[in-house]
């Protein structure tokens, strides 16, 4: 009987001991499987953290370029304003300076006493005249230098002839 407990024994050892070896053999698989799982996520992490590490590069590269293009812009906002502000002074310069000269015409054409003088005073422009001297104003415009009107698309090659082969030259009265 003791002999039958003993080999009883010894198979419930031996039993046990391949229980626990299968045991032992999937807890082994299944940290082997956790491992490739917890491999497989590390390099999608490393290949996340360049991503993020290009993406942080580019980001910062294009917020130097926009800081570069900001401080641009506040340069040429102050050059604009400087220009404007130098533009409205000479415009009022001008301003005052056709005020003075309306000022001392009006003088010398109410002072005058020739009649000559008040009738030319007083005669209105010739519209010829004035479309010439409007011309010219708008001409004199640096924006205008594309225009047709101020500068023709074709010019003259031909040279003016001189007067005093058609002619006698007389002296010109004005």
Known sequence: MFSTLNNKIIALVFG??????????????????????????????????KILQNDLTSVSNSLEVAEKD???????????????????????????GFAASNKELKQIFNGASDE??????A???PADLNRVLERSARC????????????????TDQQVPSAAIFQQEKPRAF
């Open 16 to 49: 046990l001991l391949v229980v626990s070896v299968l045991a032992f053999g999937v807890f082994f698989k299944i940290n082997q499987g956790q491992i490739a799982l917890l491999k497989s996520d590390l390099a999608r992490s490393e290949q996340s953290k």
């Open 70 to 96: 900001k401080e641009n812009l506040l340069n040429s906002l102050s050059l604009l304003a400087k220009a404007l502000s130098d533009r409205e002074r000479d415009r009022n310069a001008i301003k005052q």
């Open 116 to 121: 000559k003088t008040k009738s030319w005073g």
């Open 123 to 125: 005669a209105d422009i």
């Open 140 to 155: 004199a415009n640096s924006y205008r230098h594309q225009d047709s009107l101020c500068f023709p698309a074709k010019g």
